[in-house]
């Protein structure tokens, strides 16, 4: 029998429209962003289904509208596929990811989720703010070289190993001047550098100011332990603690995501029918990267 992966998507899969055909079509989508607006103190449904990009872009948005765009997603399988849910074994999500995965596997409340995923974003944009920082995606290079690259570059500014996705794609984070010299870098060397569009060095240490504000939203929330594993983004490993769990969902603001590792974990485990569940297609293209023959399956309308 096939051992079922869930995977959630993070920041950068975005759009204007979001969300809408899920709220038009099941009423418990439409539910979970009643309930978000409430919650948050604004219209999310408004700004997901209608923009402008400018700012549904901004991390302290972007953050709660993917969250709960990735739960609405659920309601497809709940209708069409109820068993796929219920016989699901595991599950993982990319960095913001990680919460809605959490949420999923009964750790976090949908409300305790969103006003942390909230307080989150809001700390996150804060430090990026403080920092002129980005980060920039390096793909064709093997992780050694990459890292030399980095070393290199960070002479020039901070900058660390912010992602580690897949093999020859390995995200950079840092500040601005070395995350253009990393490019050039990576380019002489015979890879490919993509800058990404984000607020600033998420997984670094420039966002050590929102560890600490994620610290205290996290202290008002009851975090039970997971009915399913769910992979930290920190250790690529499940924890059913959950003081483990809030210390790394922490740590995880100003550490690495090991997905590579997280998702080679899931397989090692079993894990052989995957389904990313919310927008966007960037982690089934990744995993296709890790294992060329995997099964995964798109969720989202």
Same mark, same amino acid.
């Given at each position: 029998?096939?051992?079922?992966?869930?995977?959630?998507?993070?920041?950068?899969?975005?759009?204007?429209?979001?969300?809408? /055909? =899920?709220?038009?079509? @099941?009423?418990? +989508?439409?539910?979970? @962003?009643?309930?978000?607006?409430?919650?948050?103190? !604004?219209?999310?449904?408004?700004?997901?289904?209608?923009? $402008? &990009?400018?700012?549904?872009?901004?991390?302290?948005?972007?953050?709660?509208?993917? !969250?709960?765009?990735?739960?609405?997603?659920?309601? #497809?399988?709940?209708?069409?596929?109820?068993?796929?849910?219920?016989?699901?074994?595991? +599950?993982?999500?990319?960095?913001?990811?990680?919460?809605?995965?959490?949420? !999923? /596997?009964?750790?976090? %409340? !949908?409300?305790?989720?969103?006003?942390?995923?909230?307080?989150?974003?809001?700390?996150?944009?804060?430090?990026?703010?403080? %920092?002129?920082?980005?980060?920039?995606?390096?793909?064709?290079?093997?992780?050694?070289?990459?890292?030399?690259?980095?070393?290199? /570059?960070?002479? %020039?500014?901070?900058?660390?190993?912010?992602?580690?996705?897949? $093999?020859?794609?390995?995200?950079?984070?840092?500040?601005?001047?070395?995350?253009?010299?990393? &490019?050039?870098?990576?380019?002489?060397?015979?890879?490919?550098?993509? *800058?990404?569009?984000? /607020?600033?060095?998420?997984?670094?240490? #420039?966002?050590? *100011?929102?560890?600490?504000?994620? &610290?205290?939203?996290?202290?008002?929330?009851?975090?039970?332990?997971?009915? #399913?594993?769910?992979?930290?983004?920190?250790? +690529?490993? %499940?924890?059913?603690? $959950?003081?483990?769990?809030?210390?790394?969902?922490?740590?995880?603001?100003?550490?690495?995501?090991?997905?590579?590792?997280?998702?080679?974990?899931?397989?090692?485990?079993?894990?052989?029918?995957?389904?990313?569940?919310?927008?966007?297609?960037?982690?089934?293209?990744? =995993?296709?990267?890790?294992?060329?023959?995997?099964?995964?399956?798109?969720? @989202?309308?």
């Amino acid at each position: 029998m096939s051992k079922i992966a869930f995977l959630f998507p993070g920041q950068g899969v975005q759009t204007v429209g979001m969300g809408r /055909a =899920l709220a038009e079509k @099941y009423p418990e +989508a439409r539910n979970l @962003y009643n309930r978000a607006n409430e919650i948050l103190g !604004f219209d999310l449904a408004k700004v997901s289904f209608e923009g $402008p &990009a400018e700012k549904l872009d901004s991390t302290a948005i972007s953050q709660p509208a993917i !969250f709960v765009a990735s739960l609405a997603a659920l309601e #497809i399988l709940k209708t069409d596929s109820p068993s796929t849910i219920s016989n699901c074994d595991m +599950a993982a999500g990319l960095s913001l990811g990680e919460y809605t995965a959490l949420v !999923f /596997a009964d750790c976090l %409340t !949908f409300e305790d989720g969103l006003r942390v995923v909230q307080k989150r974003g809001e700390a996150m944009q804060a430090a990026a703010d403080a %920092t002129p920082s980005g980060m920039v995606s390096i793909l064709l290079l093997e992780q050694d070289k990459v890292e030399v690259i980095c070393a290199e /570059a960070a002479t %020039t500014g901070i900058l660390q190993v912010a992602n580690i996705l897949a $093999p020859g794609n390995i995200v950079l984070s840092g500040e601005k001047e070395a995350c253009v010299r990393a &490019a050039e870098l990576a380019e002489e060397q015979g890879g490919r550098a993509v *800058p990404l569009t984000v /607020a600033g060095a998420f997984h670094t240490d #420039i966002m050590k *100011p929102a560890d600490n504000k994620l &610290a205290e939203a996290l202290k008002n929330c009851e975090l039970k332990p997971p009915r #399913i594993p769910v992979y930290s983004n920190v250790d +690529a490993s %499940t924890h059913d603690d $959950p003081e483990i769990i809030r210390g790394l969902l922490v740590n995880q603001v100003v550490s690495p995501v090991l997905w590579e590792a997280s998702v080679n974990a899931m397989l090692q485990d079993g894990a052989d029918a995957f389904y990313e569940v919310g927008p966007g297609r960037v982690l089934r293209g990744l =995993l296709k990267r890790i294992k060329r023959k995997a099964d995964c399956t798109s969720i @989202y309308n």
